[in-house]
């Protein structure tokens, strides 16, 4: 297994991330296998969504949505006003994700792209880990 650790600045604001790129570069010429994300933190999760068009807003829109950053909400409460919230959404982003990785290119779809979403503005800096297994 090969890895690498991102270190990366985020806004003091709600985002999405692409590491497209970033996965691209490390997995180029490594032959057949999988690619793993991951991101060490209990306030960020990893998805694979179609980039460009809006949809990191509706990703974000939706998470407010389901778990509303509201002063007094949630239980978990240091931080920021709602900040519970954010120790919330591993559990409905997932910190971790696996792509296939053909020929030493992601085996990812016309649209998609890996992303870290974020909404934490407490903590703006991030590490994600991208391990290669080849087969």
């Avoid at 460009?52 to 006003?81: F, N, T």
């Avoid at 085996?107 to 974020?118: K, P």
């Amino acid at each position: 297994m090969e890895t690498i650790e991102l270190s990366l600045t985020t806004p003091a604001r709600p985002d999405v991330i692409d590491l497209t790129a970033a996965a691209a570069d490390f997995v180029h010429a490594r032959g057949d296998g999988l690619l793993s994300v991951f991101v060490p933190h209990s306030t960020a999760g990893l998805a694979i969504v179609e980039l460009g068009a809006e949809s990191e807003r509706d990703l974000l829109a939706a998470l407010d949505d389901v778990l509303p950053a509201m002063e007094g909400k949630w239980r978990h409460r240091h931080g920021s006003p709602g900040h519970g919230r954010d120790h919330v959404v591993p559990a409905f982003v997932s910190p971790s994700l696996t792509v296939p990785v053909l020929a030493g290119s992601l085996a990812l779809g016309t649209w998609q792209s890996i992303v870290l979403v974020d909404t934490n503005g407490d903590n703006r800096t991030r590490r994600v880990r991208l391990s290669f297994v080849g087969g």
